[in-house]
């Protein structure tokens, strides 16, 4: 006989109290989580989309992107050795749109690679939100620095540094404007290990995105609300099933009175665990992707179903362990102790 | 021939620095289809005696029989098997499960007992117990829609379904009035009898002692007077 579910649907309000509970709390959870990887995206999609590889800054640079300078042999050197190769510049700056309004970028030179679309000079490349502010496909666009002008070649999805959107400009134009003549850091993709070059340091992409200033600071405060949640939640599980199974103190020594194992009544429990877990991430995992479609485009928001059943396994961990610590207790209770407490 | 026997025992509580001998060595012996009532003050030890030989509490010293095997010295989940296939209890208060109907609450001892029964002849066991017990129409009913003596119906029913060696009954009308403890009381007769299901019972109903076949009388944790009926 299923008790667990008999005595679930005689007790709705119980269960669907608890279950309300575990939904608002795992659907807090999923929109933070969707708001920290949104930001993240939005700090720097442009590195977090490359693919796995190791980046190279000079020493000297003391982890600064911008202070790095790559020598042009060493440079040609390894880019002859893995064509795919890539070597970037970025620098924070501003164009004038065609209503000469200034909009702020992070423009990008980097040399030829099937990962970065191919500019010309006088061209430029921009992230889709500039779609946003009014900008289209032949739009002229200006730089104080640039002597010629920028035409706007086309538009890239999710390519932003630095909370802003990337213009990717060709290395010529870039040299112009920020008077340089060497590019800033080397990425080379690949799983393999890192190799060693002297003078040069190596990071994973991880590393190197924690390098970027404001991005470290802005994703531990926020994961730390993720993780501060997972750990409420589960806590509140541990209670809630507490003061349920305290409730339910005479119940189950009547249950053991009359015969029923112990090991059943911790089946009633975990069973009735997986299925308001089960139901209440169904809704927030539901209204989570509701949430990710709906959302503003303004609000960096960025939800993937992987992050979402990362997430909901964590909860279905915590739930089980919150209910079988709440439920050692269970195997305590003498069945003696129900008979004398009166009816249940 | 003795179906369970009650060899010596003694119970003791402790509470802080205090002990308590409750039971001072009992002995006493149940024939197959034998009922005994138990008598006596209140605080004379008798639902502690009737817990220990439920296999409900341990006992601090002396043994329990049954059918031959020392339950004294059982583990908890040997004990727990004969409980659920062996015994019948019925107390005070019915302890039905409250979110079960009438009938489930006898399913719910069927399975629990493993009385090894297809799901349509365990259907119509259900049935018939209920039809004993005049329950039949409240079948579909939940525990708290039932008055005292419905429930305590229901107790019995749940109690005797399994079709148990013993049936332990601690002051089962206790909680009723004068009128439905009498049909409580009936019932529980006439289902031993037609079982022939061995009873012992703690009550002080006149109706009950005129049928027992032996009455104990308890003071203070001993036996001080045995009384077997001449029927
Ligand atoms: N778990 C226990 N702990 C301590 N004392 C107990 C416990 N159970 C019963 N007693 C004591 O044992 C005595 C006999 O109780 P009980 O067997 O319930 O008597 P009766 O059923 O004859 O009224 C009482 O004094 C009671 O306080
Ligand atoms: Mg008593």
């Not at chain 1, 929109?31 to 999609?45: F, H, P, R, T, V």
């Not at chain 1, 889709?128 to 002597?147: A, F, H, R």
Request: aromatic residues 8%; proline residues 2%; contains cysteine.
């Amino acid at each position: 006989m299923n008790l667990a579910w008999k005595e679930m649907k005689r007790n709705k309000v119980r269960f669907l109290i608890l279950g309300s509970i575990i939904f608002l709390i795992s659907l807090l959870t999923f929109i933070i989580s969707g708001l920290a990887n949104g930001l993240s995206q939005d700090n720097a999609s442009l590195i977090n989309d490359l693919p796995e590889g190791h980046f190279y800054m000079s020493k000297d640079a003391n982890q600064t992107y911008n202070l790095s300078q790559i020598e042009p042999d060493i440079q040609e050197s390894l880019i002859t050795k893995q064509s795919d190769t890539i070597a970037l510049a970025i620098q924070m700056g501003f164009v004038h749109d065609p209503h000469n309004k200034q909009q702020s970028v992070a423009f990008v030179a980097a040399t030829d690679s099937p990962i970065f679309d191919e500019v010309e000079a006088g061209e430029v490349i921009l992230d889709s939100s500039m779609k946003e502010k009014g900008l289209k496909i032949g739009d002229i666009v200006t730089n104080t620095q640039l002597s010629g002008d920028l035409v706007v070649k086309g538009f890239v999805k999710h390519k932003k540094f630095s909370h802003a959107p990337v213009a990717l400009i060709n290395i010529e134009d870039y040299k112009e404007m920020y008077r340089v003549d060497k590019m800033q850091f080397i990425f080379i993709p690949g799983e393999q290990s890192s190799e060693k070059f002297n003078g040069y340091e190596s990071f994973s992409k991880r590393e190197f995105l924690q390098t970027i200033p404001s991005y470290n600071a802005e994703q531990m405060s926020l994961n730390m609300i993720v993780w501060f949640l997972v750990i409420i939640s589960g806590m509140l599980f541990a209670i809630f099933f507490y003061m349920m199974n305290v409730q339910k103190i005479g119940l189950y020594g009547i249950l053991k009175a009359i015969g029923l194992k112990t090991s059943k009544l911790f089946n009633m429990m975990w069973t009735q665990m997986m299925l308001i877990t089960s139901s209440s991430l169904v809704c927030s995992i539901a209204a989570s992707q509701l949430f990710n479609e709906i959302a503003p485009v303004e609000m960096p928001f960025r939800l993937t179903m992987s992050t979402t059943i990362q997430l909901s396994l964590v909860f279905f961990f915590i739930g089980f362990i919150g209910a079988t610590l709440s439920g050692i207790q269970i195997k305590k209770i003498q069945p003696l102790q129900a008979i004398q407490q009166g009816e249940i | 021939m003795s179906l369970f026997s009650i060899n010596q025992i003694r119970k003791t509580f402790t509470n802080g620095e205090v002990e308590e001998e409750i039971l001072k060595g009992i002995t006493l012996t149940l024939k197959e289809g034998e009922i005994i009532a138990l008598v006596g003050a209140s605080g004379s030890g008798k639902s502690t005696l009737l817990t220990i030989a439920a296999g409900l509490q341990s006992v601090t010293d002396g043994q329990i029989i049954f059918e031959g095997k020392n339950m004294s010295a059982m583990n908890q989940e040997e004990i727990r098997k004969i409980r659920a296939s062996q015994f019948g209890f019925v107390f005070q208060f019915s302890h039905l499960v409250p979110f079960l109907t009438v009938e489930e609450q006898l399913q719910l001892m069927l399975d629990v007992s493993e009385y090894q029964l297809k799901k349509d002849e365990q259907k119509k066991e259900v049935n018939r117990m209920l039809e004993l017990v005049g329950m039949n129409h409240r079948k579909n009913a939940y525990p708290s829609s039932l008055s005292g003596g419905e429930k305590q119906r229901v107790a019995i029913a749940r109690a005797l379904i399994h079709q148990p060696k013993v049936l332990f009954a601690d002051e089962p009308t206790a909680s009723l009035d004068s009128k439905r403890s009498k049909e409580v009381i009936l019932l529980i007769r006439q289902l031993t009898k037609d079982l022939n299901i061995t009873t012992l019972m703690v009550t002080h109903d006149k109706e009950m002692l005129a049928f027992a076949d032996t009455i104990v009388k308890m003071s203070d944790g001993v036996i001080v007077h045995k009384k077997e009926s001449i029927k």
